[in-house]
């Protein structure tokens, strides 16, 4: 064995251990760690920040792209925000423990079906220190111990971060190795991990395509797939054109680097003279590029003509894919073939094109009248999230707490045998 699959083969022995106490440990217990872990973040914000800078410049030495940097700075507000996201943790329900039915059968036997922590979680990631602090906080709330391997350029930022949260983690009584990080940037590290089947109950990815197919291919662990986010708005012919332009334009511009932003507008051809020009213009003022099909092209003769890949492109850019049609039938056409399953969203004052729409969309996430960019933990109510899954097995959509738990069945009887 080598000393790298050693070192982390021990890190998921200790983080076996500590799920085991962490899965005994009262909702009390678990908040005191999670306010005592926001308190934390904030008294070392400092340090945090010294960490990132850090981690910025490295980046803009390696050429990462604007979209990546954001993704990867932090300031006090979003500091703030992370330890808000912790508090909210704490306020919610914990959902170990909860009894989510029960029934008794013929023979007396008394059948309980209950939420228990998976075990051990581990959480490969690119870009955002945020999620260190969302992951840790969901998990140790929903009685998991988790794993963290971060990108390699937020190495500083996770580390910081982390170690801010265990010493906080450990002032509540409970384990350090309930949170641990994976300590090298080598990607034999994250190989090993994805491997550990026995030690390790899941793998979960959050960041691009890449990252996501290499988990997906290399893991034995299981592995709960989180999807790039190609989301689509359909400006549908009885829209209120106002309320289009507003959803759209919060859809694509107010963050654009991340999973829920729009990346293709679909527009009716009924109301496509009376709002493309305008839409795009404002769009334009943003300065976003518009990647349009032909017709859009004859509405805003500025667009850059639309290849075929960018219909299936997750820009998390200030670009934006455009494409006229002529029913509800040919954008939903395009959305499921086109789309990532991610977030999806009709703009239409009808109320039978509301109910085909959500009904025939296949996303883990349907919109009506509102912006895509609300597909998001903190927004569900959550507190937090680990990621938005766009698979169908477990968990879909902003994976929460119930979300981090499966189910164990109770059985009480009085010395029934079968025969």
């Not at 919610?92 to 008394?110: A, C, F, Q, S, T």
Request: charged letters at 20%; proline letters at 3%.
């Amino acid at each position: 064995m080598s000393d790298l699959l050693q070192q982390i083969t021990e890190q998921a022995r200790t983080a076996r251990r500590a799920a085991m106490t962490l899965a005994q440990a009262s909702t009390a217990v678990k908040n005191q760690a999670l306010l005592a872990m926001a308190d934390a973040l904030l008294a070392d914000s400092a340090r945090i920040l010294e960490a990132n800078g850090e981690d910025i410049r490295r980046a803009r030495e390696r050429g990462l792209s604007e979209a990546m940097i954001e993704r990867l700075t932090l300031n006090e507000k979003r500091i703030s925000a992370m330890a808000e996201g912790i508090r909210q943790v704490a306020s919610l329900p914990d959902p170990v423990g909860e009894v989510m039915e029960g029934w008794k059968r013929p023979n007396g036997l008394e059948i309980l079906k209950v939420r228990v922590p998976l075990g051990v979680i581990a959480i490969i990631y690119e870009s955002r220190p945020n999620v260190t602090a969302d992951a840790a906080a969901l998990c140790l709330k929903s009685g998991n111990a988790v794993i963290l391997r971060g990108g390699s350029e937020a190495f500083q930022s996770n580390q910081a971060i982390t170690t801010s949260l265990v010493r906080a983690i450990e002032s509540a009584g409970l384990p350090a190795e309930c949170v641990q990080m994976v300590q090298t940037t080598d990607r034999e590290a994250a190989t090993h991990l994805m491997r550990l089947n026995g030690l390790v109950d899941c793998i979960i990815p959050r960041g691009g395509a890449g990252l996501i197919q290499t988990v997906m291919q290399t893991a034995t662990v299981p592995v709960i797939e989180t999807g790039v986010g190609n989301c689509h708005t359909y400006v549908h012919e009885d829209a209120d054109l106002q309320m289009a332009s507003d959803v759209a334009f919060n859809a694509k511009v107010q963050r654009c680097s991340v999973c829920n932003a729009m990346e293709t507008l679909l527009v009716h051809s009924a109301v496509a003279e009376r709002f493309l020009p305008q839409f795009a213009e404002r769009l334009k003022a943003a300065g976003v590029e518009i990647r349009g099909c032909e017709r859009t092209r004859q509405l805003v003769p500025w667009a850059v003509p639309a290849t075929e890949d960018d219909w299936y492109t997750e820009y998390l850019a200030l670009i934006l894919a455009v494409k006229v049609v002529d029913s509800l039938d040919e954008a939903i056409a395009h959305i499921n073939h086109y789309g990532s399953r991610h977030s999806e969203a009709i703009i239409t004052r009808s109320l039978d094109a509301a109910r085909r729409f959500t009904r025939e969309v296949d996303a883990a996430c349907v919109y009506v009248n509102a912006s895509t960019r609300f597909t998001d933990g903190f927004e569900f109510g959550f507190g937090a999230e680990i990621g938005i899954s766009t698979q169908k097995l477990h968990a879909r959509g902003p994976m929460g707490l119930r979300e981090l738990t499966t189910t164990k069945y109770v059985v009480y009887g009085d010395g029934q045998v079968r025969t």
